[in-house]
């Protein structure tokens, strides 16, 4: 079939699955046009006169639904513009029929009727859908009304804070907690831990389906082949049965040969321990190897020849108690799964819980809430209510990327068009479902895709419209516009070998034909390159000590394969190199855009490979995704906090006089540091160097801004009127600017939600876990460099995949494995290892692993078709070689019978193997950039109006106005200095925030230190009152809640109250008990019967401030004297009174908060 006919199939199969009148599903290869098809039967669905409110589009990530969305709007707006046969072609390309005048006129007005209409054309990501609809329906989602969705920042601290908060709750606790804690403490290791809860989180459905069920342990021993009654206790005592043979054993197996005493000395020893899991492990090795082989399966007998013939019976019952224990063995391995499964099962049902409830404070909800509470909402027991009013909103739904689809947000799909197949319903509209997708292109496994699913969707849908008559369309997209034939044909190649096809699509099975790309650019050369592996040169030499941990040797293979790399693509944008790539069928000098890098993974490699780019002067875009903790800039910006607070931190100074802010080098920092006789910031102002006074002035001003400024304000002087910013891109390249604005967006949310503290914020910035992903798209002219999972979606003309040569491998299996129960459910499982676990836990994991493989392979499908016209394959390896399964044995088995085998110039001991025609070079000159004319628009000469000054927040505490007075009666001597009062109420509140957490028995003890090290003006008369009136408050019965485990000191707080009434202030004392909140202030005196009318306004305001985190709960303020440990609760009248009174005089000045 010749190259226009098979064009004109792929047209008709285009239009097939843009009719709007069918529901199609659509399976097309890399490259095919999956995003035009979806653009297109949006556009036929508009013309057909479809409201855009009842064209619901979903896909994967905001930058493809941004892309959809802008091919559409950019369509329609050409259309509005276009005359009558213009309109008619383009409209005629799309499949539908000819149009008639008023058709065009209609079509004319499509753009307008797109933007115009109420709720518009819905193009969204599933999560972006999710929360519109649970904004619609909160109440019949169980979900908070006028919820946020939480950011990656703020759900990793509030994910830390839980962990946290749930391990304390656990070691104060006395019962199957704190015993579950204890267990898996023994199990893991810190970081181990961490892990745990990661996957934790990932498994919360199976979690929440193990506490919902009573009967989860009992399902999960008898998935485990246990009984009912059958523990790690009871498994043990069944393996120590014959333990009172064991003496008679020892002293028959001393009387053989060396073997024989070693089995005899391991024997003694377990019978030595005292009961317990050890005795019972040594027991064991008696009979298994480390390795968990059973002794005597092979040629070599458990017990010597020698052995049988001084015991002729001992062989026999040396393998008779062998193939006893072979059933106990697994079945102890089971048993302990079961019960560290148990245990970690409830810690993290308890840091969930504590998650769930920090939430539910901030009116938040992530975004694996969002699906949840969807499906909750969809698939509830009466959810007719809901599915019709969206039968009224949604008439077509279009799903893009459908391979990358979880099987929970399939629930929700399936939910909605539910209601298309259930007949008439409740409108006589037509109504219909399109999907178009990959199955070779799921790769995001971690995120719950799987290949299978997507075609068992597809079978699933064709049948529910089938039943109800309605045409189904199932259409396979074969040819692709991106690739060239010889870049398509190895692909189908290299997919077609051996078992390089298995799990790669569910159509590749040897009953269908073989895969097969077909080539809309017919005319394209191509070439494939692929370069012999890097590996070590010889034996390593030990590395000097003293060099820096991420120290790379210029002779480590990943770092020669970088450079080598990098100067290739130097060459290839080298000027007069005659390198080009086809454009529009016209030859064209390689431009930076055109190189696309693609590596398996981000690490050590990722970061050479962009280093040596930038050695070799090639524009480089730098990382596709910023760890934002870690950057270099972000580092240099919190030390220079750091430093600002504490300039007596010589390091911390010496960091920030190295980082591009200052521009200090090592010899600058010798110079000062030799002979200076105080810190390295005084060292600074006497120096007669120009470059080290200036340093000196700039701290000076960092120092002043550091302690009067909130974080925003403080770094946004460095980075802008400062000259931050400028040096930061200056040495570190473009993408510091991302890495720089998001932490700068983070200063801004921190302000919003808590007390503008530099050091809060740097404290926070310090336990952050953040990536922000960038834009590659929008790179310009720049090489990318990419992980396989990033470069999806995207395409180049040239090509590089450098990173071949390593595979999974099981160093990285997850420790929580779900086990299928059998009956439809999913059981969580702890998984160690295979020589600790039972047949059906490695029998999963292997499972686990072989999709993996699968993943791995579909992972190579994507890199390598991302290439247009050219392909390069390198690798590096170790000294055991490459992995097996690796991308670059997989292309080298498949492609090498069919290239040409040439010298590899920068490696005399390697090769090239090259296939296709020889890249092409023309005599093309580079065109000049031509400068931009600009003008700057009028507004920006004009001064800004002056910006209203913000009202000052209400201060609470500043009501008070000297009511917190010291009272001087029942004994007390009065004070006579107002320093000395102060000092008093100091330390009263730190004593009530701080020894609630001491041990009983140690708190006088620890009060008394802290008062004569923080008081030494006070006379020991005076720290006994304090102490005395202190712990009378906290031991006091009736005061017990307020200083419970779910309690907390000096809780600062910053609202906004109705009105628009900011309020900013800090209560001494707040508890949650399961009905109500319990608010506390205390002061230092004896109690006065009827309250200050400021005491009264400043509880007023916190309690104002809370209500909205406590929705439902009442919360009770009291008043708490120290001298006497009285308590005075204000009523709720009295409070509402006073809160009239304080707003209505707002707003007060704005004085710091103190006590």
């Not at 206790?233 to 002293?251: G, H, K, R, S």
């Not at 969930?352 to 499906?375: P, S």
């Not at 909402?377 to 391979?403: G, M, T």
């Not at 802290?1010 to 006070?1018: A, I, K, S």
Request: charged share 25%.
């Amino acid at each position: 079939m010749n190259d226009r006919a098979f064009l004109s199939m792929t047209i008709r199969a285009q239009q097939r699955a843009s009719d709007p009148h069918v529901s199609a599903w659509v399976a097309a290869h890399a490259g095919s046009g999956k995003t035009y098809v979806l653009t297109q039967r949006v556009l036929r669905l508009l013309l057909e006169g479809v409201r855009p409110s009842q064209i619901l589009c979903l896909t994967f990530t905001k930058a493809a639904a941004a892309n959809m969305s802008t091919r559409v709007f950019d369509k329609l707006a050409q259309w509005a513009l276009l005359d009558d046969d213009a309109l008619t072609r383009e409209i005629e390309g799309t499949g539908a029929q000819a149009p008639s005048r008023a058709d065009l006129a209609f079509a004319r007005r499509l753009f307008a009727r797109a933007v115009e209409t109420p709720g518009g054309l819905k193009i969204q990501t599933i999560h972006a859908f999710c929360e519109k609809l649970l904004h619609i329906f909160p109440f019949e989602a169980n979900a908070p009304a006028g919820f946020e969705v939480v950011d990656d920042a703020a759900r990793s601290e509030l994910l830390r804070a839980a962990k946290s908060r749930a391990i304390v709750e656990a070691m104060r606790a006395s019962g199957s907690l704190n015993e579950a804690l204890r267990l898996v403490a023994r199990e893991t290791t810190e970081s181990g831990f961490d892990d745990l809860c990661g996957e934790l989180l990932t498994h919360r459905d199976a979690l929440a389906q193990a506490f919902e069920q009573d009967e989860y342990a009992r399902r999960l021993r008898r998935r485990l082949g246990l009984g009912a009654d059958e523990t790690l206790a009871t498994v043990d005592e069944q393996i120590m049965a014959d333990a009172a043979e064991w003496p008679e054993l020892v002293a028959i197996l001393r009387q053989g040969s060396r073997n024989d005493q070693k089995l005899a000395a391991t024997l003694q020893e377990a019978a030595a321990l005292s009961p317990g899991s050890d005795r019972v492990n040594r027991y064991i090795s008696v009979f298994y190897t480390n390795e968990g082989k059973p002794r005597g399966s092979a040629k070599q007998k458990i017990v010597t020849a020698g052995m049988e013939k001084i015991s002729p019976g001992i062989l026999a019952r040396m393998e008779a108690e062998r193939d006893r224990l072979a059933r106990l063995v697994d079945k102890r391995k089971a048993a302990s799964v079961v019960e560290r499964s148990l245990a970690l099962a409830s810690i993290g049902d308890a840091i969930i819980a504590e998650y769930e409830r920090a939430k539910r404070y901030r009116n938040y909800l992530d975004y694996d809430d969002l699906i949840d509470c969807a499906r909750r909402l969809l698939h509830r027991s009466n959810p007719s209510w809901v599915l019709y009013k969206l039968d009224a909103q949604i008439d077509h739904i279009l799903l893009d990327e459908a391979q990358d689809t979880s099987a929970r947000q399939w629930d929700i799909l399936t939910a909605i068009a539910k209601e298309f197949c259930a007949g008439v319903g409740a409108r006589r509209v037509k109504r219909s479902f399109f999907a178009v997708g990959d199955d070779k292109q799921s790769i995001f496994s971690f995120q719950g895709a799987a290949p299978e699913k997507f075609d068992s969707m597809r079978r699933s849908f064709q049948a529910s419209f089938a039943a109800i008559s309605q045409r189904f369309e199932y259409v396979r997209l074969v040819e692709s516009f991106r690739s060239a034939p010889g870049v398509l044909a190895a692909v189908d190649d290299v997919f077609n070998f051996g078992d390089n096809g298995v799990g790669l699509s569910c159509d590749l099975d040897p009953a269908k034909p073989p895969l097969k790309h077909e080539a809309a650019k017919s005319h394209v050369a191509a070439s494939i390159e692929i370069w012999s592996p890097i590996g070590p040169l010889g034996k390593e030499e030990p590395e000097d000590w003293r060099l820096p941990l991420d120290y790379a040797s210029a002779k480590d293979p990943a770092e020669r394969l970088a450079r080598s790399v990098a100067a290739k693509i130097s060459a290839l944008l080298a000027p007069g190199g005659g390198e080009c790539v086809e454009d529009n069928k016209t030859l064209r000098p390689v431009e930076p855009r055109d190189i696309l890098i693609v590596v398996r993974k981000r690490g050590a490699f990722f970061e050479a490979v962009i280093r040596a780019l930038k050695a070799e002067n090639v524009p480089v875009a730098g990382a596709d995704r910023l760890d934002l903790a870690r950057h270099i800039a972000v580092n240099d910006l919190v030390a220079l906090g750091r430093a600002s607070l504490l300039p007596e931190d010589d390091l911390t100074v010496a960091t920030v006089l190295k980082s591009p802010l200052m521009g200090f080098d090592d010899d600058d920092l010798l110079r000062l540091s030799a002979h200076r006789p105080g810190s390295l910031y005084a060292a600074l102002r006497p120096s007669a160097e120009a470059k080290d006074r200036m340093a000196a002035l700039m701290f000076d001003a960092w120092r002043r801004d550091a302690a009067t400024t909130p974080p925003y304000e403080f770094y946004n002087s460095v980075l802008g009127p400062g000259g931050g910013r400028r040096r930061l891109v200056a040495r570190l390249g473009p993408e510091a600017n991302d890495a720089i604005d998001e932490f700068l967006r983070l200063a801004l949310s921190f302000e919003r939600e808590q007390s503008p503290s530099l050091v809060a914020f740097l404290a926070m910035i310090g336990t952050l876990e953040l990536s922000i992903k960038r834009d590659m798209e929008a790179a310009g002219e720049t090489v990318r460099v990419m992980t396989a999972h990033a470069a999806k979606g995207l395409e180049a003309k040239i090509v590089f995949l450098p990173d071949t040569c390593g595979a999974p491998a099981g160093k990285h299996d997850p420790k929580l494995l779900t086990l299928d129960d059998g009956a439809g459910g999913q059981s969580l499982v702890w998984a160690r290892g295979r020589d600790y676990d039972p047949a059906a836990v490695i029998e999963a994991r292997d499972e686990r692993r072989e999709a993996e493989r699968a993943e791995h392979r579909r992972l190579l499908y994507v890199a390598m078709t991302r290439a247009e016209e050219r392909l390069y394959v390198s690798g590096h390896h170790g000294a055991k070689g490459p992995a097996e399964g690796c991308w670059h044995n997989m292309i080298v088995e498949a492609l090498g019978a069919s290239c040409e085998r040439l010298p590899n110039p920068d490696d005399p001991e390697g090769y090239i193997l090259r296939r296709g025609e020889a890249p092409r070079r023309a005599d093309v000159s580079r065109a000049a950039a031509q400068p931009c004319e600009t003008s700057t628009p009028t507004f920006a000469r004009m001064p800004a109006p002056r910006e209203a000054a913000p009202t000052p927040p209400m201060r609470p505490s500043s009501a008070l106005a000297g009511a917190d007075a010291f009272d001087r009666s029942g004994g007390s001597a009065p004070m006579r200095k107002d320093v000395e009062r102060a000092l008093v109420g100091r330390l009263t509140h730190a004593l009530l925030q701080h020894l609630p957490q001491c041990a009983p028995g140690r708190r006088v003890e620890a009060a008394a230190l802290f008062l004569e090290r923080r008081g030494p003006g006070l006379d020991d008369a005076r720290r006994a009152e304090i102490l005395r009136a202190a712990l009378s408050v906290i031991d006091a019965p009736e005061l017990a809640p307020l200083f419970g485990p779910h309690s907390a000191a000096e809780v600062d707080i910053v609202a906004t109250l109705a009105g628009g009434h900011a309020i900013s202030g800090r209560i001494d004392r707040l508890a949650e008990t399961s009905d109500e909140v319990l608010l506390a202030d205390f002061k230092t005196g004896r109690r006065r019967d009827i309250p200050h009318l400021a005491q009264l306004r400043q509880l007023a305001l916190y309690r104002a401030a809370l209500a909205p985190l406590y929705p439902g709960k009442p919360i009770r303020c009291a008043i708490v004297w120290t001298q006497d440990a009285s308590v005075v609760e204000a009523e709720d009248v009295m409070l509402d009174k006073a809160l009239v009174a304080a707003l209505e005089a707002a707003p007060l000045s704005d004085q710091s908060e103190s006590k």
